[in-house]
Structures are given as C-alpha cells and as structure tokens.
C-alpha cells in the first residue's frame, strides 16, 4: 500500500520559514508528479506547486518568489521550502503523487502563520 507522509508544519509568526516534507513508501517515486496543494478554511483545495518526474517544476502566483518545490529520489522525498509566509498562507498543506490516473495523498499537515 502507498504512504505519503507529511512533517514539517507548524505555527510561525509572519516573515517566518517552513519546511514541508512528504516521505512516499511502495512506490516507484521517481515515476511521478510531486504536488503540494493547501486548503484553508470555507475554502477550496488549491494546487501550491509541482515538480514533474522530470523536473520541471510550477509554483502558485501568489507564492512566487516564496515558495520552492524540490525532491529527492533518492530518499522518496519530496519538499516545500516556504520563506516569507503571511497569515494568508495558513492551511492544512497535502502532498500528492500522481501518474497517470493514478495518484496518491498524504493526511496533511497544518500550517499557521499568527504573531
């Protein structure tokens, strides 16, 4: 059975830094697409940023700048790095690893950003 496993989250004041990983276990992770999506509150899921198989990689407008998406096959990783964070940014974070019609979710991880 396929694992995401997200760490990393947290509460941090605003201008603060994050690291998100996802650990991905049974699976062939360098054959997929590493997502990182977030859902706020009375909100919708939103797409945060993707790296492809490849390494071609995408990041949400609003997080441009801030934001970085990497992984490392090696260790079945993947990573969000997150610098300048606003109170906006808050949400529970998710990983996903997708191919094809296939794809996978990790349980989240809460971010909070509050002075």
């Known amino acids: 059975q396929v694992h995401l496993v997200e760490s990393g989250g947290g509460l941090v004041q605003p201008g603060g830094s994050l690291r998100l990983s996802c650990v991905a276990s049974?699976?062939?992770?360098?054959?997929?697409?590493m997502r990182w999506y977030r859902q706020a509150p009375g909100k919708q899921r939103e797409l945060v940023a993707s790296?492809?198989?490849?390494?071609?990689?995408y990041v949400l407008d609003s997080v441009k700048g801030r934001f970085t998406i990497s992984r490392d096959n090696a260790k079945n990783t993947g990573y969000l790095q997150m610098n300048s964070l606003e109170p906006e940014d808050t949400a529970v974070y998710y990983c996903?690893?997708?191919?094809?019609?296939?794809?996978?979710w990790g349980q989240g991880t809460q971010v909070t950003v509050s002075s």
């Open positions: 049974n699976i062939l992770f360098n054959s997929y697409a």
């Open positions: 790296v492809t198989s490849g390494g071609a990689t």
């Open positions: 996903n690893a997708a191919r094809y019609r296939e794809e996978h």
